[in-house]
T-cell receptor
Framework: EADIYQTPRYLVIGTGKKITLECSQT?????MYWYQQDPGMELHLIHY???????EKGDLSSESTVSRIRTEHFPLTLESARPSHTSQYLC?????????????FGEGSWLTVV | KNQVEQSPQSLIILEGKNCTLQ??????????LRWYKQDTGRGPVSLTI?????NTKSNGRYTATLDADTKQSSLHITASQLSDSASYIC?????????????FGRGTQLTVWP
């Protein structure tokens, strides 16, 4: 079992609300990622981080923002949620030296914006 | 364009039977290929990872093969169980960046009936 945790697992919020999805890992991994996945579709990278104070946008444009103040913590924030943000958000981490190493995923956060 | 295509899109088999899932990719330069199992509403869990020099790897009843020349991989499941019902995702990593960018297939949805 991977030691990477996401909260909340399920959330329904109203349009315009601010929401932060939490992600924590206890494996000491430097690299962390946020993916977005719609039902039946592939995962899309929206943010990644190589380490503390390092954040980059991924392949899929997202209105969300992230921060990496501590190695173990990589929260994702939506300042003003919209129905188009309804999706599953998966947090992941991997040790330094990605090649040949496994990426560990959290259980996911299902966000519904009404 | 780097892509990962999986087939079939969905598959139903009877408990105890074997099945084979396919993954074709165009990702270049190739680094490694992973198979993940994703239960409904959960995060993906790694089954196998193979680098260029490996052409087969097993994990219990799961056996993955890789043909780097034809850019094809397969995941063979032996003596299927009800708990094998899940989406199986093929993920290919390239060498083209320090991130080791990941390309995800859409998955094969496997249903095992009693």
């Amino acid at each position: 079992e991977a030691d990477i945790y996401q909260t909340p697992r399920y959330l329904v919020i109203g349009t315009g609300k601010k929401i932060t999805l939490e992600c924590s890992q206890t494996m000491g991994h430097d690299k962390m990622y946020w993916y977005q996945q719609d039902p039946g579709m592939e995962l899309h990278l929206i943010h990644y981080s190589y380490g503390v104070n390092s954040t980059e946008k991924g392949d899929l444009s997202s209105e969300s923002t992230v921060s990496r103040i501590r190695t173990e913590h990589f929260p994702l924030t939506l300042e003003s949620a919209r129905p188009s943000h309804t999706s599953q958000y998966l947090c992941a981490s991997s040790p330094t030296g990605l090649e040949g190493n496994t990426i560990y995923f959290g259980e996911g956060s299902w966000l519904t914006v009404v | 364009k780097n892509q990962v295509e999986q087939s079939p899109q969905s598959l139903i088999i009877l408990e105890g039977k074997n099945c084979t899932l396919q993954c074709n990719y165009t990702v270049s330069p190739f680094s490694n290929l992973r198979w993940y199992k994703q239960d409904t509403g959960r995060g993906p869990v790694s089954l196998t990872i193979m680098t260029f020099s490996e052409n087969t790897k097993s994990n219990g009843r799961y056996t993955a093969t890789l043909d780097a020349d034809t850019k094809q991989s397969s995941l063979h499941i032996t003596a299927s169980q009800l708990s094998d019902s899940a989406s199986y995702i093929c993920v290919v990593s390239d060498r083209g960046s320090t991130l080791g960018r990941l390309y995800f297939g859409r998955g094969t949805q496997l249903t095992v009936w009693p």
